[in-house]
């Protein structure tokens, strides 16, 4: 068969690109525009800020000061929904499975999303595949602290005194799972020593246990245990998380000894998986003024915490290494719960 020639295929291909794009190009400016126009509007209702937190815990205290102050630079109501129970499961799947528009969002700690899925048979979700990072809010100072009964004064005096003693020294955490016990567990296996993990029902029991001297040792946020450092109760051996520079003077960092004892708490937002990421960079934006202005900072700093505002990607790495570090971690202490 004779071939077209080659003017005439010029013009058929120039024909088919003009109509392919008369037909495409409204359909793609239509969708770009919608998507476009949604975020310019976003939010155009009340947001309801999800936290699986209860009412006066740190991470709702973060909440309330972050967002009332989003509420400003967005223009809209960002209501808190205290939604604990079940670690942070509860909330996690309830905000995973909302829709992905913007007005249903999750300021969580950190071991929800980077524990859980290893702790838990079924937690009911899975914090890559249905969760949008959006910010870290703020990070924890913490400090470890032990009951003046044991004699003690810096990180290694306690070494030596449990690698004398393995098993005998106890430390109380807020329950199975919880930072309070990850960290300790963290910090025996790169001391190399072995205590004896005692979990209560909250961080306040666990701070009074080791303040009555029903067991030895704890680490927990500085404002919860400065009180009881001031009166002579806990002795301050070492920093932790991330203590901003003027916290407890005189008292070293973990660090100092063992750099890779560090387990860092935080709290921080997401949105479900899906939502458009003109509406997640928006929020981004709106999250890191809130955080950066110096009342807020403040208010942040009084409760020992730091605000850490970060892009949705300096967020998600930070989840994946510390997932890979807590699968390693709850499987070496067999942990598993219901």
Known sequence: MQG?????????????????LATLTPRFLLAFDSNHAAAQAYPSKPVRVVTMAAAGALADSVTRITFARVAEVLGQPFVVDNRPGAGG????????????????????????????????????????RDFEPISMAAKVSEVLVVHPSLGVKSIADLVRLAQARPGQIGYSS????????????????????QLSHVPY?????????????????????IGLA??????????????????????????????TAYPDAEYIPWTATFAPKGTPGDVVAKLNSAISRA????????????????????????????????????RELVKSIGLKLD
């Open 201 to 221: 029902k909250g961080t306040p029991q666990a701070v009074l246990a080791v303040a009555g001297g029903e067991v030895g040792a704890l680490n927990i946020g």
């Open 174 to 193: 807020a329950g199975n799972g919880h930072p309070t016990h990850l960290m300790m567990e963290l910090f025996q296996r790169k001391a190399g020593i």
């Open 4 to 20: 077209t020639p080659l003017a005439a295929t010029s013009k058929i291909n120039r024909m088919t690109r003009q109509i392919t």
């Open 291 to 326: 955080l950066t202005a110096a009342d807020i900072a403040s208010k942040l700093k009084e409760l020992d915490l730091t605000a850490a505002p970060s892009s949705p990607g300096e967020l998600e790495k930070t989840m994946r290494a510390d997932i890979a570090v807590n």
């Open 226 to 255: 400065r009180p009881h450092i001031a009166s002579g109760k806990l002795v301050a051996l070492a920093k932790t998380g991330y203590p901003s520079p003027d916290a407890l003077p005189g008292v070293p960092a973990l660090t």
């Open 89 to 128: 499961n509860i909330s996690a799947a309830l905000v995973g499975k909302s829709p992905p528009d913007g007005h249903t969002l999750y300021l969580t700690i950190q071991t929800v999303m980077v524990v859980n899925p290893f702790l838990y048979a079924r937690p009911g979700f899975d914090p890559l």
